[in-house]
């Protein structure tokens, strides 16, 4: 099971950091995958990391304002995002990839978390 948390409503330009947390089974050799969706449109790739952490992706649209990271201890990812902006309002999504590397297309990943809201006022 994969729990998403950490979303909420912030102001333009504010951060939030968004927390991953698998329970009943190891994620610390998988990819994992943040995702979004905002009401009416596709579900985008916003950001990948590889199993050990040392490969990490980034949609070109937050590239230099989130930073996905993993503690593989606590068997979590998670998602720094700062100076957050009105169109990164969506519900984020993580996802596991049962192989070492994350990636960028839905239809790789094995298995979603349930989503948190993330709304960024103006």
């Known amino acids: 099971q994969l729990i998403e948390s950490g979303g909420g409503l912030v102001q333009a330009g504010g951060s939030l950091r968004l927390s991953c947390a698998a329970s009943g089974h190891s994620i610390n050799t998988y990819g994992m995958g943040w995702f979004r969706q905002a009401p009416g449109k596709e579900r985008e790739f916003v950001a990948s990391i590889s199993g050990s952490g040392g490969f990490k992706d980034y949609a070109d649209a937050v590239k230099g304002r989130f930073t996905i990271s993993r503690d593989n201890a606590k068997n979590t990812v998670l998602l720094q995002m700062n100076t957050l902006k009105v169109e990164d309002t969506a519900a984020y999504y993580c996802?596991?990839?049962?192989?070492?590397?994350?990636?960028?297309?839905?239809?790789?990943?094995?298995?979603w978390g349930q989503g948190t809201q993330v709304t960024v006022s103006s």
């Open positions: 996802a596991v990839r049962y192989l070492n590397y994350g990636s960028r297309l839905k239809g790789d990943y094995n298995y």
